[in-house]
């Protein structure tokens, strides 16, 4: 029998590649503004923009296995020019969304559920300009640990921290081939993520394979967060 799992913004980026890798074996629904990229997938899509709807208001299946939460921001600017809007704006997507969007669906989640998260390898390795990103984050990893502990056995909390990955997201920085070689030398892989290589563990951490792992931050980041090959 097919499991229900649910992907908050999964319409693009690492949200698109792993619902493409779950249709096999699951039924995936997708609340997202946006279905354009979604045609011709075996995929349920619900009308849903995560800052303004209610997500208890769409029709779901009564019962979920996994809940994914994609939605995120990378505002890389100076501290000095960050006013504290900036800083609640990251905080609202990154984490209140999510808030929001587990409470919204918590009674829905069966035994041996499993619930993914994403944050940056920026929380661990201090980087400048990620002040607002790295703290929104930060907050949610803290959070996914704590909500862990709080669900377990029912229900599995893991956090993937990754370093750039190419989707929409990070355009801005890898548009062209020398900003992408440059990120890619920044990390002892030598090349930066792709969205395949998150969905990979986000599928993973949905799985039963998983069934013994929670309350973990995973660092999927090219090696940039333990070592140093400079």
Not at 195 to 223: C, E, K, P, V, Y
Request: aromatic content about 6%; hydrophobic content about 40%; glycine content about 8%.
């Amino acid at each position: 029998m097919k499991k229900n799992i649910l992907l908050i913004g999964g319409s693009s980026g690492i949200g698109l590649a792993t619902a493409k890798l779950l249709t096999e074996s699951h039924e995936v629904y997708i609340a997202s503004r946006s279905s354009d990229s979604l045609t011709g997938l075996d995929i349920h899509h619900l009308p849903f923009d995560v800052t303004t709807d209610d997500l208890s208001t769409l029709d779901l299946p009564a019962e979920l296995s996994g809940l994914v939460y994609c939605p995120g921001s990378i505002n890389l600017r100076p501290f000095k020019g960050l006013k504290p809007e900036a800083f609640e704006a990251d905080f609202q997507i990154n984490v209140m969304g999510f808030v929001k969007s587990l409470q919204a669906v918590l009674s829905k989640l069966t035994t041996n559920s499993s619930v993914v998260l994403y944050s940056t390898v920026a929380v661990k390795v201090g980087m400048p300009f990620h002040a607002s990103v790295a703290a929104s984050k930060g907050a949610l990893e803290g959070l996914g640990k704590s909500l862990a502990a709080e669900l377990a056995p029912k229900t599995r909390v893991n956090v993937i921290a990754p370093s750039i990955t190419n989707t929409p997201l990070a355009d801005r920085f890898l548009n062209n081939e020398a900003k992408m070689e440059k990120s890619a030398q920044r990390h002892p892989l030598k090349r930066v993520g792709e969205a395949s290589d998150i969905a990979a563990m986000t599928r993973f951490l949905l799985s039963d394979d998983s069934s013994w792992m929670t309350g973990q931050i995973l660092g999927l980041d090219g090696g940039m967060s333990t070592l140093n090959t400079h």
